[in-house]
């Protein structure tokens, strides 16, 4: 019979795997996967002598910056770069830019974070959250007015029931809200919100059990209330802009924080949400996880691109969290029930998991454990 060439495209996921078939040299496997794994990054803000030599180096590692063609008569002031390249260029580029000028050293520093740094893991009471996988953060809104469960758990007796629910269901992390974030919402005071948590908070204390408990809130009383009383995290939906007051009172208790982009502005494209991530984590040292907020003063195509682009937040070295489930931009797109919002929502899902994104806020856990369960066996 005639031997027959033929070729296929690899899953990179699969790379190592596909060495060892081959038969490749086993002492030499760990360079090889390297070389074999590519990443694609962009650097924002670089003077035209710093794009110029960023190209220059890469084009000197066998590969290429795409830069701002103004770089080439300095007609620009600032320039983005995009790179694509093997973990092992990447490693060669971050040595020979240490060996440049202008800030070349502080350019290799960040490419060496974003591309071998992970997050921290977060120990929060007997739980190790080391974003090995994806938790599941399960929802209880006591609120009267929430857009797709108001009203359902605003008793103490039906919000512990649905609690103690969703940790047998398998949550990581339920997060209580007492104050709606819809859309036109109506804003309640903190002694209001304050109110409604106090008896829930107290029962659920009483029953003990190993879960770690977020405070959905935009107040620093409401925080501080509910920190005394047994919850582990805020979570701060904020409005219109961060909320400063609510950060400082997050540093000085070390409390985790979960920080959702929401700010009022006329667009909201992935690279402006990540400039302002970027801005404010200087100005937080409590373990900090970032929501990229979809739903939150978001267009339609906002949204989808911001689900589709979620793992390039990753990029900070926080763990990364979106709040998806039964929201209205899924109606308002395909027409979809309330009903029909939970099957909307699993579909998002599973491409955040895929994507290998941190914390998934979802209504229901049980069918989010099932879906992490079977693409657990997945590459």
């Not at 060495?19 to 990443?39: L, M, P, R, V, W």
């Not at 209880?140 to 605003?154: E, H, K, Q, R, V």
């Not at 908070?201 to 501080?224: C, F, G, Y």
Request: with cysteine; glycine share 4%; charged share 25%.
């Amino acid at each position: 019979m005639e031997r027959e060439i033929f070729v296929k495209t690899l899953n990179p996921n699969y790379i190592e795997t596909e060495i060892e078939t081959i038969g490749f040299d086993h002492s030499y496997k760990h360079h090889a996967i390297k070389k074999n794994q590519f990443k694609t990054i962009k650097i924002f803000n670089l003077r035209p002598q710093e794009a110029s030599i960023l190209k220059q180096t890469a084009l000197s590692l066998g590969f290429d910056a795409a830069v701002n063609r103004g770089v080439l008569d300095c007609s620009v002031q600032y320039s983005d770069a995009i790179l694509t390249a093997s973990i092992t260029q990447f490693e060669k580029l971050t040595l020979a830019l240490t060996k440049q000028p202008f800030k070349m050293k502080t350019v290799s520093e960040l490419i060496k974070n974003l591309i071998f740094a992970q997050p921290t893991a977060l120990q929060i009471k007997n739980i190790n959250f080391d974003w090995s996988r994806t938790y599941l953060m399960g929802i209880l809104n006591i609120t009267p007015d929430s857009f797709s469960d108001g009203g359902m758990y605003n008793s103490q007796e039906k919000a512990v029931k649905h609690f103690i629910s969703l940790y047998e269901d398998g949550a990581d992390i339920i997060d209580i809200g007492a104050e709606s974030t819809r859309p036109n919402h109506t804003p309640i005071t903190p002694e209001e919100e304050i109110k409604r948590l106090k008896p829930i908070l107290a029962e659920i204390q009483a029953l003990n059990l190993e879960i770690p408990i977020s405070i959905d809130t935009r107040n620093v009383k409401t925080a501080e209330f509910a920190i005394n009383n047994g919850a582990n995290l805020i979570n701060d939906v904020g409005f219109d802009d961060f909320n400063y007051e609510m950060i400082e009172f997050v540093n000085q208790n070390k409390i985790p924080y979960i920080l959702t982009h929401n700010k009022k502005i006329q667009t909201h494209s992935a690279d402006e949400i990540f400039r302002d991530f970027t801005f404010i984590m200087n100005k937080i040292t409590s373990p900090l996880i970032l929501d990229i907020g979809i739903g939150f003063g978001k267009t339609l195509d906002e949204n989808y691109e911001l689900i589709s682009r979620a793992k390039e937040f990753k990029s900070l070295n926080k763990p990364v969290m979106v709040g998806h489930s039964r929201k209205s931009f899924l109606s308002k797109t395909f027409g979809f029930t309330n009903k029909e919002l939970d099957e909307a929502t699993i579909a998002i899902s599973s491409k955040l998991i895929l994507d290998k994104i941190d914390i998934l806020r979802v209504h229901d856990i049980k069918k989010h454990k099932q879906l992490l369960n079977v693409l657990s066996k997945l590459n």
